[in-house]
Each structure stands twice: as structure tokens, then as C-alpha cells.
């Protein structure tokens, strides 16, 4: 994260409703990884203790107390293995926390061994007992005391395994649970390629279940084996339906009652259904039951998200033996190709983002807590929709969005392409079989999807595509079979290949992943792209899954372009993007990319191993561009000076600039985010005027900055109450003559082939870069280049992957004296020696004499060179670049007075 020493805060004498709400869990948005370590060990001290559900159904956490070792270990399932020397862990835990954001290329994927002692609470004699796996990545195999108890293939579902017989009940016995998970590829489990990690290891949190002989079953896929459903529903009555499966351990028939009870949001009983059967020793059987008409029930939606409980309850005789209780929601929808998306007969615009489910310093093996505190600043942003992507998400990310309003399009993660092979097709099924009937109760999921961009990379297979199209009908069907009542979904990219194949019309709606203006393109090409499939497809539902840009809080620019990774840029596109999907109402639904940045080792940007499209950082840190949705998404008010992320400028005056002749000024765009109708601007005390802002909820001043500490205060009416937010810049302000007495001549940082500022740890900011001017600095010819490689041996990727080459020199017209200048250099093509060789003359002397950057530092490792020099007689400093072999290069300069 960059280091801003300018302070940030809000005017004591305006009181300040920000609209951003800084709701009670704001610290969440700042949390360090060193707190959220804390905070996943206080989400493991609540959950230890033995939880019952519904009844007689008991629940104990494992998290605690694992043994741990990062390989294959020959004979770690027995029970007299010695795992002392194995490392001490908690769970959730993933072994690729570290070299997922290492330098080294790639990350272990391979096994890992887990080993817990497990010794039984006392009153659980004549108990079936079950071990339940939230998710491990991605195939585990369970074992207790040496004997395998089951095996799971895939990383991102729930799994279960009935372990009594391999139990010791003796009195004071240790049970050995060890686990043997493996994240290697394999050829035949999704997801086989994506741009997020696949980090291994057992990431969520694991239970002991135990249940009478007689009970739910909870070997159906690890669901909770009931289901439930709303038949028929209106805004005028009710019906529920009650489905599930009993098994019976007992070695005789049981004549079992079934009573379930939906409970209104209050506790109010409102519905009971009841069943008789009989279920055969050792065998299954299955119910269904059907409720009354419930009058006027309360309906489920994104503004009021209306919880009702069903508790199903298992009883022999007098005695309950078992319960579970479900989320129920009263609530209807429908798609529209013409008008957009309904929720209960009304029109609704689904705003929304996705979510990659990892953390920084955590990976993937998050806490509850961190999981539920994501989505709760997804709903204060606004959105009202969430794409789980790629993959089904943790137990508790569900639940949240049942209690906040939030609906969701989950999906499997086959993602890029696929395996033609059987046991691959088996592998999906079984995936998306298990998402569904695992999350089946939660009236915030309406879609289901099972692919993404499936055809980014084709095969050179005969018949690939059309092997493609026939496992999307597979799983489509599949889908609609396990659930009819939820819309099936597909994510697919830029390309006409998902409408010549058919692939398109395959899935209920398709979602486009669009990001023109950033790979390719321009934004403008954005809107008339839907229009065109509009127009085509006139009958298909389309949403718009995935849009955005990278976006490094270190870097910003004047003159924003294309791939910059500059804040400036992704607010550009998101404000461009917004525009035009208002103004497309046939759209069913939008979600941006993405709410948090997240981990993707093989990316070379200015932050390694990140994807940075998030509007917030991998830390949760707030982008300023988070809360121009939340102006936009959010009926509460909103006043938001979007230079938070820009804390520290720099910055040159023009001839005639603003300002007194001994306080120079600058001229800078601030922009402010807002839903209120007009808002002013004050800088230093002085007002810079009103706005009228309008739907676009954003307005921009140019801000005369001066050096040192400005105050920049912005303050609006939302009807009889003065709202504000304050905030101040530190201005380094630079004169457009290097020479200018009123501007004392100190250092410059170039950052040599950028349009943009970069902050570096040190707190230096580089200046983008510019073509020499007398009486100023810069370049004399040459072309800017730039490598989407990882730098190694440095945090400031950035200044060695943009760089100059083939150009005369540079001109720095400084003031006479004694300077310092460093050369930062990194050979960003060639990977052996004599390819790229030059000299540096310094005023003229040779300071570097035939320098190979391969040989000196190796391809792509940064060099740092530096250098005293004297400016005399007005002639400023002349850096001079000569080619011997190829085209020389530079990276970034830095010129400080001494």
C-alpha cells in the first residue's frame, strides 16, 4: 500500500451523514492482515464450543489443533505416525499464502497432510457421527485411525463422510483424523486454468455432526436433506413445500413423525405440516409435505429481505431424534429480453458486482467473520446482485446475502476450457449437483451458472466446440432437473464464437464479460455492442457479468490511457460504463470486476500476482471509485472528495500561472462524488463555486494547488441539512523552469515512458514522463515501451516494466550545482547477453561504457546506477544514451540537488 503522510478528515463545524455510511464495521475496511489474523482467531474461539441444531442434531468445530506438513508423506494416515515435527495450524489454512505473491514463478500445487486427535464429548454413546468439510482444494481424502473413510474430487463444494465404525468409543480413546489434500492440476477437475489462484489446503472450517440413529440424511451430496421450496407464491398467500430423505441406522422399522413449522420473521409459527412413515431398518426413505395457504406474507427482496425459518423436526414416538432448520423466502422473478429483470411482479435493476472469495495474508483460507464483512460492504456500496466467481462460496457468504438483500448468480468453476473426457463430464455434474442441492434453500440465489468463458482457449481437438455445446446442454439440463424454479446461467467473453456454435442460447440467459476500453477497444464501444446482440438475439436475456479496470492507488495520471493501471482510468471507464448501461433497460443485470482485488500469481502488472480491477484492494481498503457506485447505487446520502487515493500530488505550473508571484500554484482536476443535487467546493478556505450534479452523481473542479498542505472541503444541502466531507493534499509543486528562485530546485523523479505519478514506498512520486522543453526537462527522441512482466528484487515494479528506448537523452536545465543522478534500468525483451548494448555520457564523460543489462543484472532484474555530477555555466545537466549493439534504454531517472 502506498504511504500517504497527508491527513485525511471532516470538518469539525459541518456535520458530516457521508453517505458512504461508515456503517459500524468500517474498520473491516481498513483491516490489516495483522488484524484479520486476530479476527479469524476470535471467529474460532465462538465457534469451538458444541452447537445443536433444531433439536437433537449436534455440531462440534474442528478447527483447532490440526498437524500440518507440506508434502507427501508415506503412511501419515496411521495412527502411530510421529507428526511432532509437523507444524502446529488452525484452520481455515492454505499452504500458498506466501508463494502466491512471491517472486518465484508459480506456486506449489501439490499435497499436503493434515492430522488432528480427536477424543469424543461425553453423551454421544449410540450416536452416528459424521465429519463435515466445508471445502478443501481439491481433492481430500479422509482417514480415521488408518482407515479411508471416503474421497472428495473438487475444491469448492461441501463433502461428508459417515465415520462411527471407524470410531474408538473406549473410554479416554484418541482418535486420529488425518486428511490428505492434493491440489495438483488434473486434467480431469475444473477448474483447469483462471486468472485467480488455486490455493491448496483444507480453507474452511470442518464439524463433527453427530445425529440419532434415525435422522436426516446428510450424506445427499452434503446437503442439509431437506428441501424447500414456495410453489406458489403472490403477494396475497403462500404455499410452502417440504422435501427430504430419513435414514434409519437401526437394525429394526421405525415408525417416524415429521413435523415442519415455518416461523414468520418475528418467531411466529404461521404454517405446520406433518408426515407419518416408516422407514425399513438400515435402509432410506424419502417425504413431502405441503403447507396451507400462508395469507399475506411477507415477501423477500433486496430492500426488505423478509427471513422466514422452517424447522423440520424428526420424532419416534414421543421423542425427537433430529431437526434442521431452513432460510425460507417469499419471493417470485422473471426475465424479460426487452425490459430487464422483475422481483415479485415489480421491476428491478440488478446492480452488483462479483466477489473472488480470497484476502491478503490470509489467501484463501478466510474466517467467517471477514467472509460476512465482505458482503455487508458489497450491500452499504448498494449493489443488490453478486456473482460468486467462479466457483460456490462459503456457507456463510450465503447466509449473509439471505439476511442483507443481496441476490446471487453462483456457478461452478469450469472456466476457459474443458477436457473431453468422461470422467471430466462426471466431475461437473457432480459439481453442480452438489452446489445446487447444497444451497437450494436460500432465497438470495436465483441463478445457477456452470461455465465462463469457456471458449477463451480452444483446443486443437476435432469437434472441440460442439463437445463444448453438448456438456452445457448436459449441465443445463441438469440444472433445470435439481431446480426448476432458478434461471440458468453462463458467463462468456468478447467473442461472436458463443453465437455461431449455438453455446449462447444454450443457458436460460448469457452474461457478456466485456471489458472494451481495457484490453481492447474504446468504452464507447461498449453500449452499441449489447445494442447489435439486442438487436440479433431480440428474445435472449442478457446480463453484463463482468466489466472493469485495473487500478494501482499508487498511480494516477493528467492524461489517462488505456492499460495505465492508473486510478483515473478505471474511474473513466466505470463512469463511462454506468451511463450506458442506464440507458440499455433491456440489460437483466450488471456485476462490475470486481469488488476486491484478488490473487493471481502468473500476472505481471505494476502489483505482481494481483488482479487490481477490484474497487477496493486486497486488503479492503476503499478505492475512491467505490463510492461513486455507492453515490450512484445508494438512497442515502453521499458527499465524497475522490482524492483519497491521491493524497500526495506533484505537479507544474504553466507561464502565467495561478497564484501570487510568491505563491505559485498548480492546477489540478478534483472530483467529487456525490448524490446531491449541488454541491461546493472550497480549497484553502476559498470556494471554487457550486455544481449542479445530476444523475451522474460526480462533478469536477480544477483545484489551484499550492505547495505544501491543501484543505479541500466540499459541502451540499440534502434538504434542510448541511452535509460535507474534508479532506487535505499534500502539493509538491514544481516550476515549469527549473530555474524559477520562487520554486527552489530540490529533486525530480522521472518515471520514464509512463503518462503517470507513482508513489513509491519511499514516499519519492516520479513524474510522468515528457519531451524536453527549454528551460524544463525531458526526453530528446525515442519511443516509450512497457512489459507486463514481474520484476523481482522490488516493490516498485512500475518504474522498471515502462521505459524510453532508442532516444538521443534527456535535458534536466537545472540551476548550476552539484547533483546526484540515478539511472534505474531492467532489460523488459531479450534473455541473453549481447542483444541490447550502449554507453551513458553524463555532461558529456562517459560514466557507463558498453553496458548489457543481461549480463549486468540479468533479463528483467532491476539496476540502479547513480552518479555525481556538476551543472555549470547554465547548461543544466545532459544525459546522453549511444547505441553499440540494438536500442539503449533507460527506466526511470531521479536528479536530486546535493
Given at each position: 500500500?502506498q504511504?500517504?503522510?497527508?491527513?485525511s478528515?471532516?470538518?469539525?463545524d459541518?456535520?458530516?451523514?457521508r453517505?458512504?455510511?461508515?456503517?459500524?464495521?468500517?474498520?473491516?475496511?481498513l483491516?490489516s492482515?495483522s488484524?484479520?489474523?486476530?479476527?479469524?482467531?476470535?471467529?474460532?474461539?465462538?465457534?469451538?464450543?458444541?452447537?445443536?441444531?433444531?433439536?437433537?442434531?449436534?455440531?462440534?468445530?474442528?478447527?483447532e489443533?490440526?498437524?500440518?506438513?507440506?508434502?507427501?508423506?508415506?503412511?501419515?494416515?496411521g495412527?502411530?505416525?510421529d507428526?511432532?515435527?509437523?507444524?502446529?495450524?488452525n484452520?481455515?489454512?492454505t499452504?500458498?499464502?506466501?508463494?502466491t505473491?512471491?517472486d518465484?514463478?508459480?506456486?506449489?500445487r501439490g499435497?499436503?497432510?493434515?492430522?488432528?486427535r480427536?477424543?469424543?464429548p461425553?453423551?454421544?454413546?449410540?450416536k452416528r457421527?459424521?465429519?463435515?468439510?466445508?471445502?478443501a482444494n481439491?481433492?481430500?481424502?479422509?482417514?480415521?485411525?488408518?482407515?479411508s473413510?471416503?474421497?472428495?474430487?473438487g475444491?469448492?463444494?461441501?463433502?461428508?463422510?459417515d465415520?462411527t465404525d471407524?470410531?474408538?468409543?473406549?473410554?479416554g480413546?484418541?482418535?486420529i483424523?488425518?486428511?490428505k489434500v492434493?491440489?495438483?492440476?488434473?486434467?480431469?477437475?475444473?477448474?483447469?486454468?483462471a486468472?485467480f489462484?488455486?490455493?491448496?489446503?483444507?480453507?474452511?472450517?470442518?464439524?463433527?455432526?453427530?445425529?440419532?440413529?434415525?435422522?436426516?440424511?446428510?450424506?445427499?451430496?452434503?446437503?442439509?436433506?431437506?428441501y424447500?421450496?414456495?410453489?406458489?407464491v403472490?403477494?396475497?398467500?403462500?404455499?410452502v413445500?417440504?422435501?427430504g430423505?430419513?435414514?434409519?441406522?437401526?437394525?429394526?422399522?421405525?415408525?417416524?413423525?415429521?413435523v415442519?413449522?415455518v416461523?414468520?420473521?418475528?418467531g411466529?409459527s404461521?404454517?405446520?405440516?406433518?408426515?407419518?412413515?416408516?422407514?425399513?431398518?438400515?435402509?432410506?426413505?424419502?417425504?413431502?409435505?405441503?403447507?396451507?395457504a400462508?395469507?399475506?406474507?411477507?415477501?423477500?427482496s433486496?430492500?426488505?429481505?423478509a427471513l422466514?425459518?422452517?424447522?423440520?423436526?424428526?420424532?419416534?414416538g414421543a421423542?425427537?431424534?433430529?431437526g434442521?432448520?431452513?432460510?425460507?423466502?417469499?419471493?417470485?422473478?422473471?426475465?424479460d429480453?426487452g425490459?430487464?429483470?422483475?422481483?415479485?411482479?415489480e421491476?428491478?435493476?440488478?446492480?452488483g458486482?462479483?466477489r473472488?472469495?480470497?484476502y491478503?495474508?490470509?489467501?484463501?483460507?478466510?474466517?467467517?467473520?471477514?467472509?460476512?464483512?465482505?458482503?455487508?460492504i458489497?450491500k452499504?456500496?448498494g449493489?443488490n446482485?453478486?456473482?460468486?466467481?467462479?466457483?460456490?462460496?462459503?456457507p456463510s457468504v450465503i447466509?449473509?446475502?439471505d439476511?442483507?438483500?443481496?441476490?446471487?448468480w453462483e456457478?461452478?468453476?469450469?472456466?476457459?476450457y474443458i477436457t473431453?473426457?468422461d470422467?471430466?463430464t462426471q466431475n461437473?455434474?457432480?459439481?453442480l449437483?452438489e452446489?445446487i442441492?447444497q444451497?437450494?434453500?436460500?432465497?438470495?440465489?436465483?441463478?445457477?451458472?456452470?461455465?465462463n468463458?469457456?471458449?477463451l482457449?480452444p483446443q486443437?481437438?476435432?469437434?472441440?466446440?460442439?463437445?463444448?455445446?453438448?456438456?452445457?446442454?448436459?449441465?443445463?439440463?441438469?440444472?433445470?432437473?435439481e431446480d426448476?424454479?432458478?434461471?440458468?446461467?453462463?458467463?462468456v467473453?468478447?467473442?461472436?464464437?458463443?453465437?455461431?456454435?449455438?453455446l449462447?442460447?444454450?443457458?436460460?440467459?448469457?452474461?457478456?464479460?466485456?471489458?472494451?476500453?481495457?484490453?481492447?477497444?474504446?468504452?464507447?464501444?461498449?453500449?452499441?455492442f449489447?445494442d447489435?446482440?439486442h438487436?440479433?438475439?431480440?428474445?435472449r436475456?442478457?446480463f453484463?457479468s463482468?466489466?472493469?479496470?485495473d487500478?494501482?492507488?499508487?498511480?494516477?495520471?493528467?492524461n489517462?490511457?488505456?492499460?495505465?493501471?492508473?486510478i483515473?482510468w478505471?474511474?473513466?471507464?466505470?463512469?463511462?460504463?454506468?451511463?450506458?448501461?442506464e440507458a440499455r433497460?433491456?440489460l437483466?443485470?450488471?456485476?462490475?470486476w470486481?469488488e476486491?482485488?484478488?490473487?493471481?500469481?502468473?500476472?505481471?502488472?505494476?502489483?505482481p500476482?494481483?488482479?487490481q480491477k477490484g474497487?477496493?484492494?486486497?486488503?479492503?481498503q476503499?478505492?475512491?471509485?467505490?463510492?461513486?457506485?455507492?453515490?450512484?447505487?445508494?438512497?442515502?446520502?453521499?458527499?465524497?472528495?475522490?482524492?483519497?487515493d491521491?493524497l500526495?500530488?506533484i505537479?507544474?505550473?504553466?507561464?502565467?500561472?495561478?497564484?501570487?508571484?510568491d505563491?505559485?500554484?498548480?492546477?489540478?482536476p478534483v472530483?467529487?462524488?456525490?448524490?446531491?443535487?449541488?454541491?461546493?467546493?472550497?480549497?484553502?478556505g476559498?470556494?471554487?463555486?457550486?455544481?449542479?450534479?445530476?444523475?451522474?452523481?460526480?462533478?469536477t473542479?480544477?483545484?489551484?494547488?499550492?505547495?505544501?498542505?491543501?484543505?479541500v472541503?466540499?459541502r451540499?444541502?440534502s434538504?434542510a441539512r448541511?452535509?460535507?466531507d474534508r479532506?487535505?493534499?499534500?502539493?509538491?509543486?514544481?516550476?515549469?523552469?527549473?530555474?524559477?528562485?520562487r520554486?527552489?530546485?530540490?529533486?525530480?523523479?522521472?518515471d520514464?515512458?509512463?503518462?503517470a505519478?507513482?508513489?513509491?514506498?519511499?514516499?519519492?512520486i516520479?513524474?510522468?514522463?515528457q519531451?524536453?522543453?527549454p528551460?524544463?526537462?525531458?526526453?530528446?527522441?525515442g519511443k516509450?515501451?512497457?512489459?507486463?512482466r514481474?520484476?523481482?528484487?522490488?516493490?516498485?515494479?512500475?518504474?522498471?516494466?515502462f521505459s524510453r528506448?532508442?532516444?538521443?537523452?534527456?535535458r534536466?536545465?537545472?540551476?548550476d550545482?552539484?547533483?546526484?543522478?540515478?539511472?534505474?534500468?531492467?532489460?523488459?525483451?531479450?534473455?541473453?547477453?549481447?542483444?541490447r548494448?550502449?554507453?551513458?555520457?553524463?555532461?558529456?564523460r562517459?560514466?557507463?561504457?558498453?553496458?548489457d543489462?543481461?549480463k549486468?543484472?540479468?533479463?528483467?532484474?532491476?539496476?540502479?546506477?547513480?552518479?555525481?555530477?556538476?551543472?555549470?555555466?547554465?547548461?543544466g545537466i545532459?544525459?546522453e544514451f549511444r547505441?553499440?549493439v540494438g536500442?539503449?534504454?533507460?527506466?526511470a531517472?531521479l536528479v536530486?540537488?546535493e
Amino acid at each position: 500500500m502506498q504511504s500517504q503522510t497527508a491527513r485525511s478528515r471532516r470538518t469539525a463545524d459541518v456535520p458530516l451523514v457521508r453517505a458512504r455510511f461508515l456503517f459500524p464495521f468500517c474498520l473491516a475496511l481498513l483491516l490489516s492482515p495483522s488484524t484479520a489474523g486476530n479476527a479469524a482467531a476470535h471467529v474460532r474461539r465462538n465457534v469451538t464450543r458444541p452447537r445443536h441444531d433444531g433439536g437433537q442434531r449436534f455440531r462440534l468445530s474442528l478447527d483447532e489443533a490440526w498437524r500440518f506438513a507440506g508434502a507427501e508423506v508415506e503412511g501419515a494416515e496411521g495412527v502411530a505416525f510421529d507428526d511432532s515435527r509437523w507444524a502446529a495450524v488452525n484452520l481455515p489454512h492454505t499452504w500458498n499464502v506466501a508463494d502466491t505473491q512471491d517472486d518465484e514463478p508459480g506456486y506449489r500445487r501439490g499435497v499436503g497432510w493434515y492430522r488432528k486427535r480427536l477424543s469424543l464429548p461425553a453423551g454421544l454413546e449410540g450416536k452416528r457421527l459424521f465429519l463435515y468439510f466445508e471445502g478443501a482444494n481439491q481433492t481430500a481424502e479422509v482417514f480415521v485411525n488408518g482407515r479411508s473413510v471416503g474421497r472428495h474430487r473438487g475444491g469448492y463444494t461441501a463433502f461428508a463422510f459417515d465415520i462411527t465404525d471407524a470410531l474408538s468409543r473406549a473410554a479416554g480413546a484418541q482418535n486420529i483424523v488425518a486428511v490428505k489434500v492434493d491440489n495438483s492440476p488434473d486434467k480431469d477437475i475444473p477448474p483447469l486454468s483462471a486468472d485467480f489462484d488455486f490455493y491448496g489446503g483444507i480453507y474452511r472450517n470442518v464439524w463433527l455432526v453427530a445425529t440419532d440413529p434415525v435422522h436426516i440424511n446428510l450424506l445427499d451430496h452434503a446437503s442439509q436433506g431437506v428441501y424447500v421450496d414456495t410453489p406458489e407464491v403472490n403477494a396475497s398467500s403462500a404455499t410452502v413445500r417440504v422435501r427430504g430423505t430419513l435414514a434409519n441406522g437401526e437394525a429394526e422399522v421405525k415408525q417416524v413423525r415429521v413435523v415442519s413449522t415455518v416461523f414468520d420473521p418475528a418467531g411466529k409459527s404461521v404454517a405446520v405440516m406433518t408426515t407419518a412413515l416408516a422407514v425399513d431398518a438400515g435402509r432410506e426413505a424419502s417425504f413431502e409435505q405441503s403447507s396451507r395457504a400462508i395469507t399475506r406474507p411477507r415477501l423477500w427482496s433486496p430492500d426488505h429481505p423478509a427471513l422466514y425459518t422452517v424447522s423440520v423436526r424428526i420424532y419416534v414416538g414421543a421423542r425427537q431424534v433430529d431437526g434442521v432448520e431452513s432460510p425460507l423466502g417469499f419471493r417470485w422473478f422473471s426475465v424479460d429480453a426487452g425490459r430487464g429483470f422483475f422481483l415479485n411482479g415489480e421491476p428491478l435493476k440488478l446492480r452488483g458486482v462479483n466477489r473472488h472469495q480470497d484476502y491478503q495474508g490470509l489467501g484463501n483460507a478466510v474466517p467467517d467473520r471477514l467472509h460476512v464483512r465482505d458482503m455487508e460492504i458489497i450491500k452499504a456500496m448498494g449493489a443488490n446482485f453478486v456473482r460468486l466467481a467462479h466457483y460456490p462460496q462459503a456457507p456463510s457468504v450465503i447466509a449473509a446475502a439471505d439476511r442483507l438483500g443481496l441476490i446471487l448468480w453462483e456457478e461452478i468453476p469450469i472456466v476457459n476450457y474443458i477436457t473431453t473426457s468422461d470422467s471430466f463430464t462426471q466431475n461437473c455434474e457432480e459439481m453442480l449437483t452438489e452446489m445446487i442441492r447444497q444451497h437450494y434453500n436460500h432465497p438470495s440465489i436465483l441463478m445457477w451458472g456452470y461455465m465462463n468463458e469457456i471458449l477463451l482457449r480452444p483446443q486443437k481437438e476435432e469437434g472441440y466446440t460442439g463437445k463444448v455445446v453438448e456438456l452445457a446442454r448436459r449441465l443445463d439440463q441438469l440444472a433445470h432437473h435439481e431446480d426448476a424454479t432458478r434461471l440458468t446461467v453462463m458467463a462468456v467473453h468478447h467473442s461472436e464464437i458463443y453465437n455461431t456454435s449455438g453455446l449462447a442460447d444454450v443457458p436460460q440467459a448469457v452474461g457478456w464479460n466485456l471489458y472494451l476500453g481495457w484490453y481492447e477497444g474504446n468504452f464507447a464501444d461498449f453500449g452499441p455492442f449489447l445494442d447489435e446482440q439486442h438487436r440479433r438475439f431480440p428474445r435472449r436475456p442478457v446480463f453484463v457479468s463482468e466489466y472493469g479496470a485495473d487500478a494501482d492507488r499508487r498511480l494516477h495520471s493528467l492524461n489517462p490511457q488505456r492499460l495505465d493501471y492508473t486510478i483515473e482510468w478505471q474511474r473513466l471507464l466505470h463512469e463511462s460504463y454506468l451511463e450506458q448501461i442506464e440507458a440499455r433497460p433491456f440489460l437483466a443485470g450488471t456485476t462490475l470486476w470486481n469488488e476486491f482485488d484478488f490473487g493471481a500469481e502468473q500476472r505481471g502488472n505494476s502489483k505482481p500476482h494481483m488482479n487490481q480491477k477490484g474497487l477496493l484492494t486486497f486488503d479492503r481498503q476503499p478505492k475512491d471509485i467505490y463510492f461513486f457506485y455507492q453515490a450512484r447505487l445508494t438512497k442515502r446520502p453521499v458527499i465524497h472528495i475522490a482524492t483519497r487515493d491521491w493524497l500526495r500530488r506533484i505537479g507544474a505550473g504553466s507561464p502565467g500561472t495561478v497564484g501570487t508571484p510568491d505563491t505559485p500554484q498548480a492546477l489540478q482536476p478534483v472530483e467529487v462524488f456525490t448524490n446531491l443535487p449541488v454541491v461546493e467546493l472550497f480549497v484553502n478556505g476559498l470556494s471554487l463555486g457550486s455544481r449542479a450534479v445530476g444523475p451522474s452523481c460526480h462533478a469536477t473542479w480544477q483545484v489551484p494547488f499550492r505547495e505544501g498542505f491543501n484543505v479541500v472541503e466540499a459541502r451540499g444541502l440534502s434538504g434542510a441539512r448541511m452535509l460535507g466531507d474534508r479532506i487535505e493534499v499534500q502539493f509538491a509543486y514544481r516550476a515549469p523552469v527549473l530555474k524559477d528562485p520562487r520554486a527552489p530546485f530540490k529533486r525530480l523523479a522521472v518515471d520514464v515512458g509512463s503518462n503517470a505519478q507513482y508513489l513509491d514506498d519511499a514516499g519519492i512520486i516520479w513524474e510522468a514522463d515528457q519531451e524536453y522543453t527549454p528551460g524544463g526537462w525531458g526526453y530528446v527522441g525515442g519511443k516509450a515501451i512497457k512489459t507486463e512482466r514481474n520484476i523481482p528484487r522490488t516493490t516498485d515494479d512500475h518504474l522498471y516494466q515502462f521505459s524510453r528506448e532508442g532516444m538521443e537523452g534527456y535535458r534536466f536545465d537545472v540551476p548550476d550545482g552539484d547533483y546526484r543522478v540515478e539511472l534505474l534500468f531492467a532489460e523488459p525483451e531479450y534473455e541473453a547477453p549481447g542483444k541490447r548494448v550502449f554507453d551513458v555520457l553524463l555532461n558529456g564523460r562517459t560514466v557507463i561504457e558498453r553496458l548489457d543489462l543481461v549480463k549486468h543484472s540479468g533479463a528483467g532484474r532491476p539496476a540502479l546506477l547513480s552518479f555525481h555530477t556538476r551543472a555549470a555555466g547554465g547548461e543544466g545537466i545532459k544525459i546522453e544514451f549511444r547505441a553499440a549493439v540494438g536500442l539503449p534504454l533507460v527506466s526511470a531517472i531521479l536528479v536530486i540537488r546535493e
